[in-house]
């Protein structure tokens, strides 16, 4: 029997190609919304170590909720913690993030705790 009657070699491609399009899928829904959590992550950091010293915590949690709506990720005021004492800061931000997988919504959270001190 040759190869093109039974068939064999054209459902294997197609179930490759049909994996090859949802895990092309999955990461075009999911790593576009990691990388602005993770983006907002490094923004509190660089913020919590240089800005916030001349910024009142409503200040602080204003400029970051503002990043947040730039970067379109679901952050609220009351997601945000804000502790200053003496030369520490510590900045809490915990929101969840929504990703629409067509068959399934997953919700990626997350809890981002960063301290610093100031000299």
């Not at 179930?15 to 509190?44: H, M, Q, S, T, W």
């Not at 200053?84 to 705790?113: A, C, E």
Request: no cysteine; aromatic share 10%.
């Amino acid at each position: 029997m040759r190869d093109h009657e039974r068939g064999d070699g054209k459902f294997t491609l197609f179930v490759l190609l049909v994996l090859l399009a949802i895990v092309i899928f999955v990461l075009v829904k999911v790593v576009p919304a990691r990388v602005n959590a993770y983006e907002l992550k490094d923004f509190i950091e660089i913020y919590a170590r240089t800005e916030s010293w001349g910024h009142s915590p409503e200040q602080t949690k204003k400029d970051i909720l503002a990043k947040a709506q730039v970067l379109k990720l679901n952050v609220d005021e009351k997601n945000i913690q804000i502790n200053k004492q003496g030369p520490n800061i510590s900045i809490r931000v915990t929101f969840d993030v929504p990703v629409d997988l067509k068959v399934y919504t997953w919700v990626m959270h997350y809890d981002f705790n960063l301290s610093a001190e100031h000299y």
